[in-house]
């Protein structure tokens, strides 16, 4: 019998996707398949070194199409969701940031977080019809379900040693705050008056949507940055945890926590452990707020400024299942009667429709074992991925030699939106042994018997296989 087709599992931001898609790589070893997982820059610029597979993208931009054309020339198939589909621009400036006409062509199947996301793809006049779309969540919903759990315990016992009761900050202002200023929805100094210069956040936005973000995003960015010592005067006996977004600068918050000793500025770590042993939550339109809703973690959205354009279309999946507070003077007086017992989590029949409505696969089987369900399907109809011509792997290799080079050299290039400082701070790897911790410990959750083995390929890609004499995919 052939050998199942690899699946390969590309991450590109470690602290928000890699235990996910661990736990997705756990339980398709149980069935047989192995995984190639690890840095998303990495796995790419190593692609024409792995046979062919399954890919697992998380995006199908126009920024994706190259390395599309490269994947379908050495013969790998293209299965994607999109990170960014739960919460998501208007529908129209969506479609024209997320979504290629061109780059979708490369893909076979689509994996929805949720209806609300499913209806969005088909609304889309571009949607190629042959392309099935399986409403399936998405993994990092598996991590907040009560079986997970387990898993999350050490975490989560750690940091409560380490800092005591604390509330939890997370900002949400890569826009205006971005790692690197080109990184930003304008470039500095043409955001107000002139003739703006988008940065890489802004390509792809109308002007008028893309000033009335800016200008929300850096009137409540501002007013967190007040927040912080507001929070930390209020609360002398808490720690307040602020964790920015895993693209956004962190100097600033440093600047602003200076003096205070219970202030603390760390992304350390998957945001899921942070909220289970926080006290509460402190968000705006962050997807944490719908994940602190489904943990039943209270959260509150602060929204010291607001802008219906905005507010009512991009935020309001996180806005609607957060208590809202829209002074700092209202929003102390909720996490006072948080700290007091008065008040729990955020709840009522309209927030859990919303969120029903918005995320698949938090009762019965895991989104990973419904996205499973499907990846076997396409293995049991195509054991082994059909070679494509020989000419079209030359080319493939070809195509893919140059993309190294290339993206080697403008890695240092002034102005580049993503040096090798951006990337180690997005990916900065994980040592063998606490990956082999993790295994251990999604492996006792999830109770799917001995773990899979884990053996690294290269620099921050490891392969995942099934248990010895595991069964066959």
């Not at 929204?303 to 354009?309: D, E, I, N, T």
Request: proline content about 9%; charged content about 20%.
């Amino acid at each position: 019998m052939a050998a199942a087709p690899p699946l390969i599992i590309p991450v590109e931001n470690q602290v928000r996707e890699l235990d996910a898609k661990l736990l997705l790589a756990c339980l398709a070893a149980q069935r047989g398949f192995e995984s190639i997982l690890g840095s998303h820059r990495e796995i790419d610029l190593h692609i024409a070194s792995f046979p062919r597979g399954l890919y697992l993208n998380k995006s199908m931009t126009a920024r994706n199409l190259n390395m599309f054309h490269i994947l379908g020339r050495l013969g790998h198939r293209i299965l994607t969701w999109d990170e960014e589909a739960l919460v998501h621009l208007p529908p129209e400036i969506y479609y024209s940031r997320r979504l290629s006409p061109e780059a979708i062509r490369f893909v076979s199947h689509l994996f929805a977080w949720g209806e609300d996301n499913a209806e969005l793809w088909r609304n889309w006049p571009h949607l190629p019809a042959e392309i099935p779309i399986h409403v399936t969540g998405n993994p990092r919903n598996d991590m907040l379900r009560p079986e997970l759990r387990p898993f999350h315990e050490e975490e989560v016992r750690r940091i409560r040693d380490r800092y005591g009761d604390y509330l939890l900050v997370n900002t949400n202002f890569n826009h205006v705050n971005a790692f690197f200023p080109a990184q930003n929805l304008f470039r500095p100094g043409t955001a107000e008056g002139g003739r703006p210069a988008f940065g890489k956040a802004g390509v792809g936005m109308p002007l008028d949507f893309a000033r009335a973000l800016h200008g929300q995003k850096s009137a409540v960015f501002r007013a967190f940055l007040q927040l912080i010592p507001e929070l930390a005067r209020a609360f002398p006996r808490c720690s307040i945890i602020v964790r920015p977004h895993p693209t956004e600068g962190q100097s600033v918050y440093r600047e602003a926590a200076r003096g205070f000793a219970n202030v603390h500025v760390t992304n350390e770590g998957n945001v899921v452990p942070w909220l289970l042993g926080a006290r509460a939550l402190v968000h705006n339109g962050c997807t944490t707020g719908v994940e602190a809703y489904v943990m039943r973690i209270p959260a509150f959205t602060y929204r010291p400024a607001v802008c219906a354009a905005i507010d009512d279309t991009f935020y309001r999946l996180p806005h609607g299942v957060s208590h809202a507070c829209f002074t700092a003077e209202d929003l102390v007086t909720g996490l006072q009667d948080v700290l007091a017992g008065r008040l729990g989590a955020a709840g009522g029949e309209e927030r859990e429709r919303l969120v029903r409505r918005h995320l698949a696969g938090m009762e019965g089987p895991l989104a990973c074992e419904r996205m499973l369900e499907v990846i076997a399907g396409i293995a049991a109809r195509e054991p082994a991925l059909p070679g494509p011509p020989l000419g079209s792997r030359i080319a493939g290799r070809a195509l893919a030699a140059a993309r190294l080079l290339v993206k080697r050299a403008k890695a240092y290039l002034p102005g580049s939106h993503a040096p090798p400082e951006f990337h180690r701070h997005r990916y900065p790897g994980i040592p063998p042994e606490e990956l082999a911790s993790k295994i251990g410990r999604l492996t006792a959750a999830i109770g799917t018997g001995p773990p899979p083995r884990a053996e690294w390929i290269a620099p921050h890609i490891v392969n995942i296989r099934p248990p010895e004499g595991g069964r066959p995919a």
